[in-house]
């Protein structure tokens, strides 16, 4: 029951938003993780994402993370596992200026030319999970994290 009442803590962040296509208006629009869950639920035949969790069911919601992406960072999308994108994204303290950074040099790599970096090198070698752990100690962040709890801004 602790671990429910832990993941219902952290979808309710109001932070945490999720890009979802609306019909009626016939475009993406974002909406609150939260809001997201419990209405996938209830379509699912739940009172609510609480009762799905009580029951012993969950939504893997890693997904969304990396559809929010792939609009703004298509290469890092393209190149990077889901795992890869969280770790990055945690190593980097959620930093956009150093996303865009990453994204410019997977863009260089699927160009077939070549530069010298840290984070190319590590594409290069298919280490991207050791390199954002690298990142992020060399920052002095004390954890990295690869789960599917991520901060969705």
């Known amino acids: 029951m602790e671990n429910i009442e832990k993941k219902l803590e952290y979808i309710n962040n ?7 296509y609306n019909a009626d208006k016939d475009k993406i629009i974002q909406i609150p993780l939260v809001d997201y869950l419990d209405n996938t639920a209830i379509q ?22 990396k559809d929010f992406y792939h609009k703004d960072y298509p290469n890092l999308y393209e190149m990077c596992y889901t795992d890869e994108l969280i770790a990055l994204y945690n190593a980097c303290n959620k930093d956009k200026e150093v996303f865009n ?14 530069i010298s970096s840290n984070f190319y090198r590590a594409l ?14 060399f920052y002095n962040q004390d954890k990295i994290e690869t789960d599917n709890e991520i901060d969705l801004d």
């Open 44 to 65: 699912n035949g739940f009172d609510s994402y609480k009762d799905m969790l009580e029951r012993g069911f969950s939504i893997d919601y890693s997904i969304s993370f």
């Open 14 to 20: 109001p932070d945490f938003y999720v890009d979802t």
């Open 124 to 137: 290069c070698e298919g280490s991207l999970l050791e390199y954002a752990k690298e990142y992020a100690n």
């Open 101 to 114: 950074e990453w994204e410019n040099e997977a863009k260089v790599y699927k160009e077939g030319k070549v």
